[in-house]
């Protein structure tokens, strides 16, 4: 969501690809954990502060706490971009039949038609507009939710979406991109995907791509988007050089941006402020537009996104955790493959996959890369996660394998992977690896039954 005109539309040279792409990878996903409809929102994990919260617990068809929250009404701020900048339809109002908590600690934000074809939808915002890491820490914001239960053509022209917006926006609306926005998650078409995006820069194009940002994407899996509650959340992460974003569906990090892949001016005019959080549900516009449009005469109204809770925690900046020793990598962000330590028939080179940066190729069996000081923390790691690309002919694969201390040693898991479409087709693909706790040195190890080059990994990292 943005207040950018036509914002969205530039997905789709990308966008048929890239979501098979997630749709297969998804397939043999980590798992996610089962909870039942209502679940309160976790308490703030050891050594971390809740700076916000709320359960949405209240009589059923009741409004949002206006304590937390205000609501958005019309079709655009005042004075700003008219339908909001993206070409939505709907009307947002504040009345029950939009926005209610359901009596059962959601709150539901549902579309409606009335009888002459217009529709009607509900946004709310926080008040607080101050969320932001503290100097040298960490902000974790955090939604459960079940996106609008509809598909098919029953679901043209829905676009859900869990959101934040810079600070300086409000008041001005004219200051997009350049003041920061962060798509936790956004859907459209009822399709099993969700899309989490950075906005920055200048419109259009500029250092961030706009109006499209810096996106990544990734498929809820077991259960779809739109069958089952799922959570989503951005960490954004002060302590580390280069700052990042960290986007993440069920607990797996699946999307980074990082300070170093624009200027210093456009991260600074996006990040040197507090942020607020958005929950809607819009109707049409240049996103469903990409995916086919929408709302038509087919689209069925009533459809709730569900929102259990939402939940804003901080660390760091004097206080919270205790940092992993001076020189370890952190296992469950992206730990970049040109960055080994040692490594034996490997290269470097440009890559083209988003953010840029290098990859390392000319891999063929026997060749390996070693990662010294990988932090895995006390909870166990289970799942193994590559960007990996492959170019290679008719009849070569290969194996990419996890090994830990010693490049003799059994591995603790692998993928196979063949030909993705060519060496800079990137596609993240998952790996089940044995329980990992503590601090290792991890080797990739790569075999294959033929001699000719069968894969490029641009990163990797580990989940739970």
């Known amino acids: 969501m943005s207040a950018s005109p036509a914002r969205h539309g530039r997905r789709?040279?990308?966008?048929?690809?890239?979501?098979?792409?997630a749709l297969v990878v998804a397939g043999a996903?980590?798992?996610?954990?089962?909870?039942?409809?209502?679940?309160?929102?976790?308490?703030?994990?050891?050594g971390w502060t809740t700076?916000?919260?709320?359960?949405?617990?209240?009589?059923?068809?009741?409004?949002?706490?206006?304590?937390?929250?205000?609501?958005?009404?019309?079709?655009?701020?005042?004075?700003?971009?008219?339908?909001?900048?993206?070409?939505?339809?709907?009307?947002?109002?504040?009345?029950?039949?939009n926005v209610s908590l359901d009596g059962s600690g959601n709150l539901r934000i549902t579309p409606q038609r009335d009888g002459a074809g217009n529709w009607t939808s509900g946004r709310v915002?926080?008040?607080?507009?101050d969320l932001q890491p503290p100097a040298g820490g960490k902000l974790r914001v955090e939604a459960r939710i079940q996106m609008p239960n509809v598909t098919g053509a029953a679901a043209h022209g829905y676009w859900p979406a869990f959101w934040m917006l810079g600070a300086p926006y409000r008041g001005n609306w004219w200051n997009w991109p350049g003041i920061g926005e962060l798509d936790i998650m956004e859907n459209v078409q009822g399709i099993n995907n969700e899309w989490a995006t950075m906005h920055c820069g200048t419109s259009p194009g500029g250092p961030c791509n706009e109006t499209t940002g810096i996106g990544g994407q990734r498929?809820?899996?077991?259960?779809?988007?739109?069958?089952?509650?799922?959570?989503?959340?951005?960490?954004?992460?002060?302590?580390?050089?280069?700052?990042?974003?960290?986007?993440?569906l069920d607990g797996v990090n699946f999307h980074t941006v990082r300070a170093d892949q624009v200027d210093a001016t456009t991260w600074a005019n996006a990040t040197n402020h507090g942020y607020f959080i958005i929950l809607n549900v819009a109707m049409g516009g240049g996103f469903p537009a990409a995916y086919g449009g929408g709302p038509d005469s087919g689209t069925v109204p009533g459809h709730p996104m569900l929102v259990d809770y939402v939940a804003a925690w901080q660390t760091g900046g004097g206080g919270g955790t205790t940092p992993p020793p001076t020189g370890n990598r952190g296992a469950y962000t992206p730990i970049q493959a040109e960055s080994y330590d040692?490594?034996?028939?490997?290269?470097?080179?440009?890559?083209?996959?988003s953010g840029g940066g290098q990859d390392i190729g000319s891999v063929a069996n026997g060749d390996w890369a070693l990662y010294k000081g990988v932090d895995f923390g006390s909870t166990a790691a289970t799942q193994f996660y590559?960007?990996?690309?492959?170019?290679?002919?008719?009849?070569v694969s290969g194996l990419v394998e996890v090994r830990l201390d010693n490049r003799a040693n059994a591995p603790i898991g692998s993928f196979a992977i063949a030909n993705t479409g060519g060496w800079q087709s990137w596609r993240t693909v998952p790996a089940n690896i044995s329980g990992v706790t503590g601090v290792h040195d991890v080797y990739l190890t790569f075999t294959s039954g033929q001699p000719a080059d069968f894969v490029n990994v641009n990163w990797f990292d580990f989940g739970h």
């Not at 304590?67 to 993206?86: E, H, K, M, R």
């Not at 915002?125 to 507009?129: H, Q, W, Y």
Request: charged share 15%.
């Open 12 to 21: 789709v040279p990308r966008a048929l690809l890239a979501l098979l792409s």
């Open 29 to 46: 996903a980590a798992t996610a954990v089962s909870r039942p409809a209502h679940a309160s929102a976790p308490g703030a994990p050891a």
């Open 51 to 97: 700076v916000f919260t709320d359960d949405f617990n209240g009589p059923a068809g009741s409004g949002v706490d206006t304590a937390n929250w205000q609501y958005t009404t019309g079709t655009s701020y005042p004075g700003g971009p008219a339908n909001f900048g993206t070409g939505e339809v709907e009307t947002m109002t504040s009345s029950t039949s």
């Open 125 to 129: 915002e926080t008040l607080r507009s």
């Open 219 to 248: 498929a809820c899996s077991p259960t779809t988007c739109q069958a089952d509650f799922h959570t989503y959340a951005l960490e954004w992460d002060r302590s580390t050089s280069p700052e990042e974003m960290r986007f993440y």
């Open 342 to 353: 040692q490594q034996s028939g490997v290269n470097s080179e440009a890559t083209s996959d």
């Open 386 to 395: 590559a960007r990996v690309a492959s170019g290679a002919a008719d009849g």
